[in-house]
C-alpha cells in the first residue's frame, strides 16, 4: 500500500484498552498525521457499543465482528482485535478471510496451535499480523535498548523482571470485570494476562531466544477464581538467565527490571533508571574485585500508572503500518507473539508438574 494512503480500520471489543488507548492514539493520529481512520467498531456489550458511538460519532457500530466483517466488507484495510484473549483467533481467522491485515492485542492466542494457525492463515492470506507489544515503545524501555546497543554494560548475562499490581488488571464494568481472573475468557491469569510483556522484553535484553522454562505460580483466591495470580518463572538463554516476577496481589504498582552486563548494569524502577559501570581500580584485587562503579541515574517519564499506555501506541501503529505496507506477513513481532504462547504454555506445564523444566522449540519449521 503507498505510503499516503490512510489506513481505515475496525475496532473489534470497545472496551478499556480501546476506549482509553487505542481510539484515542487513533484519533491524534489521524488530526496529527491523517493517515488512519477507524470507520467501525463492534461490542457485544450494548452499553459499550452506545459509549464507542459517543467517542466516534461518524463510526459504523455493530452487535459483533460477523455483523460488520459483512457489513463493512471492500471498506477496511485492517481488523484492530481489542477483545479478550480467548476471541482473538477467530476474530483474527474470520479478518484474514476478507484479506483485512490484523493488529492484535496481547496475548496472541489462548492455546498454541490457535496461535500456529494465526500465523499460517497470514502467511497463506498475505495479510500482516502484527501483536500489540507496547512496552517495547515505553520511553524507559527505549532507553535500556540504546545502553545496551552502545555496548556500556557489555554482553547482557542476567536479566530480572518484576511486575507489582495491587489486583488484577480489570476490565470494564458494562461487560465482564473479572474476567481475567475466568480461564473461559482469559485462557490463564497474570502470566497470561502480563507475561507477553515480560518474555518479548527477555528475547530483547538477551538478544537471544530462551530454550527452556521452569515455573511456579499460586492462586490465593481459589474458591472465587479459576486462574493464578502469582507466578515465578526462570528462562534459560543460551547467554544466560532471566528470571520472572509477576504478582496481582502486590501491596504496589510498579515494574522493577534489572539487566546485568559484564561490564556493568541498568536497574529501573517505573521512570527511575540507575547504570552503573565497573572501573578497574588500581587497588588490590579482594571481596568485590578491584572495580569501583560510575553511577549515573536518570528519569525517563513514561506513564506507567496509565494501564492504557496511550503515549506508547503511536510508534506500535507505525511499526504496523510498516509492515503491512512491506508486505511482512509474519515478522519478527508475530512470530515473537508465538514463542510468548509457546512459553505461557510451557511454563503453566511446568507448574503443574512441580517446576519440571520444559523444553521451548520457537516458532514451526519454515518460519
Ligand atoms: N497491551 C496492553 O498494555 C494492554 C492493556 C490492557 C488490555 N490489553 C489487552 O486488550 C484486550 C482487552 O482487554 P481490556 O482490558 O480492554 O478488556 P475489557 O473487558 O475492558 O474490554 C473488552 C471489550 O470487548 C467486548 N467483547 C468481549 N468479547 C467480544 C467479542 N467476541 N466481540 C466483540 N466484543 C467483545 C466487551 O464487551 C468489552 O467491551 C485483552 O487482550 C488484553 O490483554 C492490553
Not at 498454541?112 to 499460517?120: C, N, P, Q, T, V
Request: hydrophobic share 40%; glycine share 6%; with cysteine.
Amino acid at each position: 500500500m503507498p505510503n499516503t494512503k490512510v489506513l481505515r480500520g475496525a475496532v473489534v471489543g470497545y472496551g478499556f484498552i480501546s476506549g482509553k488507548g487505542h481510539i484515542p492514539a487513533y484519533l491524534e493520529r489521524a488530526r496529527t498525521v491523517g493517515d488512519v481512520e477507524i470507520v467501525a467498531i463492534a461490542d457485544i456489550c450494548a452499553a459499550r457499543r452506545e459509549e464507542a458511538q459517543r467517542a466516534l460519532p461518524k463510526a459504523r457500530i455493530y452487535p459483533d465482528h460477523e455483523t460488520l466483517l459483512a457489513a463493512e466488507k471492500g471498506k477496511l484495510d485492517f481488523i484492530d482485535i481489542s477483545t479478550p484473549p480467548c476471541d482473538h483467533a477467530k476474530i483474527a481467522h474470520a479478518a484474514f478471510d476478507q484479506g483485512l491485515h490484523v493488529l492484535c492485542e496481547k496475548p496472541l492466542a489462548t492455546t498454541l496451535e490457535d496461535a500456529r494457525s494465526m500465523l499460517e492463515h497470514a502467511r497463506a492470506a498475505e495479510r500482516t499480523l502484527f501483536p500489540c507489544h507496547n512496552y517495547k515503545h515505553a520511553p524507559v524501555v527505549r532507553t535500556i535498548r540504546e545502553i545496551i546497543d552502545s555496548g556500556a554494560i557489555g554482553k547482557v548475562r542476567s536479566i530480572t523482571l518484576n511486575t507489582y499490581r495491587n489486583t488484577h488488571a480489570k476490565g470494564v464494568t458494562e461487560w465482564n470485570t473479572n474476567w481475567r481472573r475466568m480461564n473461559q475468557y482469559s485462557g490463564g491469569g497474570i502470566a497470561m494476562d502480563h507475561g507477553s510483556h515480560t518474555f518479548y522484553l527477555t528475547f530483547d535484553w538477551m538478544g537471544a531466544y530462551p530454550t527452556a522454562v521452569t515455573a511456579k505460580m499460586s492462586n490465593l483466591e481459589p474458591e472465587k477464581y479459576d486462574t493464578e495470580d502469582n507466578f515465578n518463572a526462570v528462562l534459560t538463554f543460551p547467554n544466560g538467565l532471566a528470571s520472572a516476577h509477576l504478582t496481582w496481589t502486590a501491596g504496589v504498582r510498579k515494574v522493577i527490571y534489572t539487566v546485568q552486563g559484564e561490564k556493568g548494569a541498568i536497574t529501573v524502577d517505573d521512570d527511575d533508571l540507575q547504570l552503573a559501570v565497573m572501573e578497574r581500580t588500581s587497588g588490590p584485587d579482594v571481596a568485590q574485585g578491584a572495580v569501583r562503579w560510575k553511577v549515573e541515574k536518570r528519569s525517563i517519564a513514561s506513564d506507567w500508572m496509565d494501564a492504557s499506555h496511550v503515549s506508547w501506541f503511536n510508534s506500535l501503529f507505525s511499526q504496523f503500518r510498516e509492515a503491512a505496507q512491506n508486505r511482512v506477513f509474519v515478522g519478527k513481532e508475530a512470530l515473537e507473539s508465538y514463542r510468548c504462547i509457546e512459553l505461557i504454555m510451557q511454563a503453566y506445564r511446568s507448574a503443574r508438574e512441580n517446576c519440571r523444566e520444559m523444553p521451548l522449540q520457537g516458532p514451526p519449521a519454515g518460519y
